[in-house]
């Protein structure tokens, strides 16, 4: 069965600090892996995904994340915080086959402070 | 552009009353839909997903059901609804295909009084 850890619940940072949200996978053969990003009392957004190839992907918002396939890890970075950012932030996972589904992390709450 | 629209956006239900939220995508053809429940701003549940008009699967046993009549509209339904069915109720669509990422409505915030 495939799995997805968000292991910070809450991350903190100071604006104009990089930030850091992390995120560990278990899936069967290659995965697919997405970044969303959710404001209060609203659906998630799309941020950013890895499919293949380069494992530095940049996404929407200036938001980056990095695949790293021997870690099992695709954590999502921004190198420099806006206070704006301050949101939950989902990582997803889903097998390359076709009876692949996604499976959503926790969330990790991310508190951007002026 | 491809827009979806959930509705209602909050509401209040009593216990063993029926439920019929309604999800529509408008702007894309033969999209994947899905339905997830949150509960407490966290971790997402999925409900059930379709592939096509009529093709449900449900992920997991409980009260409700789920239909899509139309290609691009999708309906959570309840005969009954129980207190436990509060929590915040997302629908999604995406492109038939592995790699594509999920577009989510703004949720309906239901409470069973």
């Known amino acids: 069965a495939q799995s997805v850890a968000q292991p910070e619940d809450q991350v903190n940072v100071a604006e104009g600090n990089p930030l850091t949200v992390k995120c560990t996978y278990s899936?069967?053969?290659?995965?697919?892996l997405f970044w969303y990003v959710q404001y209060p009392n609203r659906g998630l957004q799309f941020l950013l995904k890895?499919?293949?190839?380069?494992?530095l992907v940049k996404g929407s918002y200036g938001f980056e994340a990095e695949f790293n396939k021997s870690q099992t890890s695709f954590h999502l970075k921004k190198p420099s915080a806006l206070v704006s950012d301050s949101a939950l932030y989902f990582c997803a996972v889903r097998p390359n086959t076709n009876a692949g589904k996604s499976t959503f992390g926790d969330g990790t709450t991310l508190t951007v402070k002026p | 552009s491809q827009t979806i629209h959930q509705w209602p956006a909050t509401l209040v239900q009593p216990v063993g009353s029926p439920l019929s939220l309604e999800c529509t995508v408008e702007?894309?053809?033969?999209?994947?839909l899905y339905w997830y429940r949150q509960a407490a701003g966290r971790g997402l549940q999925l409900l059930f997903y379709s592939v096509g008009i009529g093709q449900i699967s449900s992920e997991v046993p409980q009260n409700l059901s789920a239909s899509r009549p139309q290609d691009r509209q999708f309906i959570l339904s309840s005969k009954k609804l129980l207190l436990s069915d509060s929590g915040f109720y997302l629908c999604?669509?995406?492109?038939?295909?592995?790699?594509?990422?999920?577009?989510f409505g703004d949720g309906t915030r239901l409470s069973i009084l």
């Open positions: 999604a669509w995406s492109v038939p295909g592995f790699n594509q990422p999920q577009h």
């Open positions: 702007g894309t053809s033969n999209p994947n």
């Open positions: 890895y499919i293949t190839g380069d494992n």
């Open positions: 899936v069967s053969g290659n995965p697919y």
